[in-house]
């Protein structure tokens, strides 16, 4: 993951913490989402992101996205790997796990850093 990515990546990753400290879950969940979108083409970062929704889902209480998680616990790093994540999909079980989304322009802006330098 290029620097400022990860950036841009953790950043979004600390919102949600703060957030969900605070009792925001509505937030925390905004910015869940939004790692997600900048974390599924790397395996790593895309599996902490599924295991803070599944951590998130706990202690809000949301059953149907604490199962909703577990398959996607399983298959984010092997998705990443093979270069099969659905862009833009924001990783909740309210979208299915292989549908592709659009990619809000100021995500977009953030994962230009990951394109390779045009020749």
Excluded: C, K, Y
């Amino acid at each position: 993951m290029h620097p400022t990515l990860r950036a841009h990546f953790d950043h979004e990753l600390q919102s949600a913490s703060e957030s969900q400290t605070r009792g925001d879950f509505q937030a925390a969940w905004h910015f869940l989402e939004r790692a997600h979108v900048l974390s599924q083409a790397h395996a790593w970062p895309h599996l902490q992101v599924h295991g803070a929704m599944f951590v998130w889902a706990w202690r809000h209480g949301d059953v149907r996205e604490l199962f909703g998680q577990l398959p996607r616990l399983l298959l984010a790093a092997p998705g990443s790997w093979l270069g099969r994540a659905p862009l833009g999909n924001t990783g909740g079980s309210n979208v299915g796990i292989f549908t592709p989304l659009p990619i809000p322009e100021d995500l977009q802006v953030m994962l230009r850093h990951e394109a390779p330098p045009a020749p």
